[in-house]
């Protein structure tokens, strides 16, 4: 059995690489993963802006508490009240004032960093200002300074250091502190730029490795194509072997494999029937051949002239018997044939049909017995149960050597009705029982070489049992004998006509 190791590697064109499942496959996952990454991207993008952002905040809110540790507001006049001698104290009021202003309510303003007053930052308005003095919480405000640089505002209230006794109504000012965003757009941005950077990388990298995987896992796949391109009527031993993984992949090939095995054996079936076909119609042939020319070379009277006719009549005969029955079995499989359904007594068809071989059984040396019980009704085709009868009585008394018998009986119960024909014959060895059904299938050795026959008889009776709901039972030793047991059910309506199928078997 020739094993194929190894796929041929085959160049295909780009049309077709595209259309494939290897690109289709990697294409779909690469771009499945390619918006995961994007989205992942992304997600990642805006939790570390969420974090940096809280991060600032939290921040502001340390300076505005520190802040107002510092400053005090008396009467419109703020001041710093620290130590300028401690530098972690000058440290922390400079950082304050790096981003600040302070406002009173009419919108004049008291106090301000440098960026309020280059211009760098627009300081609020009068109205945000009230808006921010009306207000209970702290405002945060995002606002791009002049500089390119973002800020974060923080604003607020203070309200002003009021003496004891002093009876002047009582003042709220506007503070705002601020930090540039700076370092955090720039880790927000590194981060972004190198994400996003990696992912075309990435991208390739998966592409590769999918499509690799692809091909790895489709392999046997392209393996399966390759060799059913190789396979022909006469190459159809090859096989592919599986992986082993027992996937779906090897379930394939092993299906493929047995497809092979059943083409092969139908193949074997077809050429074993042509041989047995040409051999068969050369003998009439031959024979016809030898009359006509007897009649045209060597006859001289007219008894002559008739026995070598007579026989050319009887070889005619024989091919015509032999052209029906091919064509009878394939009109029958091809569902051309539709079934007379009566209602039969199959006792006196059976003992009928007996009587007839009678004869041929005495000219075998064959003993022939029929034990047939009376009235045994079934729904049944009368010529198809007299082709089935025949065919089974004939091969038994066929395949029985001289001395031998043949013992047909049929008997019935309230469901079914079997008819059994025993022969004490040659029978069948083991390994040919299940095969005798298959059309064309002969027996190799004695049976061929010394019985006329087509091997078609058989197919034709499973046809037949199968088309009338029954089964047909085969037990044979070889030596021994062979008996064929048929049981037909005997009620029940008109069964639809049905293509031969693989009958029961059972063996010795
Ligand atoms: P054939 O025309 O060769 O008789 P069949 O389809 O009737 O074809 O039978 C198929 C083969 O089964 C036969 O060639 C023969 O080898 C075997 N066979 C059938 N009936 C018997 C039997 N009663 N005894 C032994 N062999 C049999």
Redesign the pocket.
């Known amino acids: 059995m020739a094993v194929i190791t190894r796929a041929r590697r085959e160049s295909r064109p780009p049309g077709r690489i595209v259309r494939g499942l290897r690109f289709r496959l990697s294409f779909s996952y690469l771009l499945f993963f390619t918006f995961l990454l994007v989205v992942l991207g992304v997600l990642f993008r805006q939790v570390l802006h969420n974090t940096l952002y809280e991060q600032s905040v939290n921040l502001l809110e340390e300076e505005w508490g520190e802040m107002k540790g510092y400053l005090r507001i008396e009467n419109a006049n703020p001041e710093w009240v620290f130590d300028r001698f401690d530098p972690e104290e000058s440290f922390i009021v400079n950082r304050i004032r790096r981003v600040y202003i302070l406002m009173d309510r009419s919108g004049a303003i008291l106090q301000r960093s440098a960026n309020y007053s280059d211009g760098t930052l627009a300081p609020p308005t009068v109205r945000q200002v009230h808006a921010v003095l009306s207000s209970n919480g702290p405002v945060i405000t995002i606002e791009n300074g002049a500089d390119g640089v973002t800020y974060m505002i923080r604003a607020g209230v203070i309200p002003e250091v009021r003496r004891a006794g002093s009876t002047r109504p009582h003042k709220d000012y506007y503070v705002s502190v601020g930090r540039p965003m700076e370092d955090s757009e720039r880790t927000l941005n590194g981060f972004t730029w190198r994400y996003f950077a990696l992912v075309p990388f990435i991208v390739a990298v998966t592409g590769a490795v999918g499509w690799l995987l692809a091909g790895r896992a489709l392999a046997p796949v392209t393996s399966v194509s390759h060799v059913a391109r190789r396979i022909t009527g006469s190459n159809l031993s090859v096989q592919i072997p599986t992986r082993g993984s027992g996937d779906e992949l090897d379930d394939l090939i092993e299906a493929f494999n047995r497809m092979t095995e059943r083409l092969k054996h139908s193949f074997e079936q077809m050429r074993q029937f042509s041989t047995d076909v040409s051999h068969e119609l050369r003998t009439p042939l031959t024979g016809i051949r030898g009359q006509l020319e007897v009649a045209l070379f060597t006859a001289e009277t007219p008894e002559q002239y008739r026995e070598a006719m007579m026989n050319a009549l009887q070889d005619v005969e024989k091919l015509s018997n032999m052209v029906r029955a091919l064509l009878l079995l394939s009109q029958a499989e091809s569902g051309q044939l539709a079934l007379q359904m009566t209602t039969l007594d199959l006792s006196t068809v059976v003992s009928e049909l007996v009587d007839q071989y009678q004869i041929a059984a005495e000219e075998e040396g064959v003993t022939l017995t029929c034990n047939a019980a009376p009235e045994c009704l079934v729904q049944a085709d009368r010529t198809q149960m007299e082709r089935m009868v025949t ?1 089974l009585v004939s ?2 008394i ?3 050597n001289a001395g031998g018998r043949v013992d047909v009986a049929l008997e019935y119960d309230e469901t079914s009705a079997r008819f059994r024909v025993q ?1 004490t ?4 060895p083991a390994e ?1 029982l299940p095969l ?1 059904f298959d059309r064309f ?3 190799k050795g004695r ?2 070489a010394t ?1 006329e ?7 034709f009776v499973a046809w037949i049992v199968n088309a009338h709901n029954g089964k047909i039972e085969v037990d ?1 030793n070889p030596g021994t004998g ?1 008996t ?1 047991t048929v049981t037909l059910p005997r009620e029940g309506g008109v069964p639809e006509p049905a293509p031969a199928a693989a009958p029961q078997q059972q063996t010795a």
């Not at 026959?453 to 197919?459: I, P, R, V």
């Open positions: 065919n091969n038994a066929k395949y029985t022969d014959g040659i029978g069948i040919d005798i299938y002969r027996v049976s061929t019985k026959g087509l091997g078609l008889g058989l197919s044979s062979t064929f």
